[in-house]
């Protein structure tokens, strides 16, 4: 089963509501770009490529609800729907990307009319989509090729189909030596604290057959020293110009870990993710979230009332501790500076 996050049919941007998943599959409909930015606030969508696939089609949105004369006060309205969408979500700079190229095409074709400008901005938010998948599946070729014949792989966090415009960074990795015929088991940390890995991806890869345990976050160190773990994949929500990887909080702790036990720790995101103007992963800005997803869980409360807590959503990975980045353009390893800055030109 091809599983895809984001549609856009007949004017309408359909998601599916990954914070009721496994237990419903609940398809949203929106309409309007701020339906679209709540989306992504509300975690409806998450994953940085997805989040970046749904701000496009937030912005195509944005530009059929501009009612305007001319270009120049459409322009205004439409930068101002940008920033709204942009200030969503901090971290995952896909997010930014995918409104830049709006942004772009919007100011490429300003002698469009109107109406043919609209139906422009919702090409490239269809073509965005689109490559996406494409791109993941040409990673999951050069990242396959690192894998061997019999594995068991630690993932962390989502990085499927559905944190993608299909396919998936990571999991489309596993994917793809899946299909070249490897025997890959994989191990999915839950993800603490929106259980990203025990709901979405044990969901994802039950759904394609592919063997899955869930394991609670605190127990990689275990498996790893117990011989179990022979390769780590996880995705990225940034990547910084020197290969730091800002990625799901925990993401730190697994590559520790799999430096202690020396076991590969790879990195699976596309162009996208790398914001090459940043020098180092200290300059990447962190979302905090809600303690709500702390203390509380499927309406239960776990944390007594008035105890402090701290939700960091993610870390980052310094660049000295990930063996391989994985790109749809091929795989660099060591010298992350000149090696990411030869892909991304
Ligand atoms: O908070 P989330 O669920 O949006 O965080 C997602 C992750 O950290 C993923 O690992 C990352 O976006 C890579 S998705 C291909």
Known sequence: MAIKPIEFADGVCRMIDQRLLPAEQVWREYSDYRGVAEAIVTMVVRGAPAIGVAAAFGAALAAREIDAADYQSFAERFAACCDELAATR????????ALERMRRVAAENCTLPLAQLRTRLLDEALEIAAADEEINRAMGGHGQQLLPRRASVLTHCNAGALATGGYGTALGVIRAAVEA???IAVYADETRPFWQGARLTAWELQQDD?????????????????????????????????GDVANKIGTYSVAVLARQHDIPFYVAAPLSTIDISLA?????????????????????????????????SFDVTPAHLVSAIITESGVVSADYESGLRRLCV
């Open 90 to 97: 901090p971290t995952a700079v896909n997010l930014f990307w």
């Open 280 to 312: 180092s992963g200290r300059e990447i800005p962190i979302e905090e979230r809600s303690a709500a997803e702390i203390t509380h869980c499927g309406g239960r409360q776990l944390v007594p009332d008035g105890v402090a807590v701290y939700n960091p």
């Open 181 to 183: 015929g490897k025997q």
């Open 210 to 242: 592919i063997p899955v345990t869930v394991i609670c976050d605190n127990m990689a160190g275990y498996l790893m020293q117990q011989g179990k773990i022979d390769a780590v994949i996880v995705g990225a929500d940034r990547i910084a110009a020197n």
